[in-house]
């Protein structure tokens, strides 16, 4: 299936959220979401939104994992990996190196679905294309547009 592009209006966090359980309802065991834009853009909280939908409690707590790289996540339909590769831009040898030491490749392969902040450039290194790539632009305190591309984009 060819990658199209949707772009969504997002007024308010409670569609932020609404996105998320749309994203993780068309999501395969194995699948890759690349969470792009700013700093403050909201990719966090619309990672958060997905691992909530995919049925991680409120109760855990789904933190940011800029400091750990990865924070992984038990759920009824597989393992949820959510990394933040922030303090690895601009280190194209230690990018690699660091996705190699943290197998993200190998979960990908076995199943996991891995859900990566700031990996705009490295989706080879992160075990080949994504089935999503999720674009957030700050469009007002709470809003926010975001550009779905991929081969899963018409599930969205």
């Known amino acids: 299936m060819d990658p199209i592009d949707r772009s969504l209006v997002l007024a308010s966090r409670r ?5 998320g359980a749309r994203i993780a309802a068309a999501l395969r065991s194995g699948d890759l979401v ?9 990719k966090t909280f619309l ?11 409120r109760d855990n707590a789904v933190p ?5 790289l990865v924070h992984e996540y038990a759920t009824s339909r597989g393992d ?9 831009l601009g280190q194209e040898t230690l990018l690699d190196e660091e ?6 490749r190998e979960r990908r392969a076995e199943g996991a679905i891995l ?12 075990g080949g294309t ?25 599930e969205i």
């Open 15 to 19: 569609e932020t959220t609404r996105l």
């Open 64 to 68: 940011s994992p800029t400091f750990a």
């Open 115 to 126: 859900l990566a902040e700031w990996a705009e450039t490295s989706e080879i290194a992160l």
């Open 34 to 42: 690349v969470l792009c834009g700013a700093l403050g853009a909201g």
């Open 80 to 88: 949820v990996l959510h990394a933040d590769l922030y303090r690895l």
């Open 99 to 104: 996705i190699g030491r943290l197998g993200l």
């Open 130 to 154: 994504a089935e999503l790539a999720v674009s957030l632009v700050i469009e007002g305190e709470n809003a926010r547009r975001a550009t779905v591309r991929g081969t899963r984009a018409a």
């Open 47 to 57: 990672a958060r939104a997905i691992i909530r939908a995919m049925g991680v409690a």
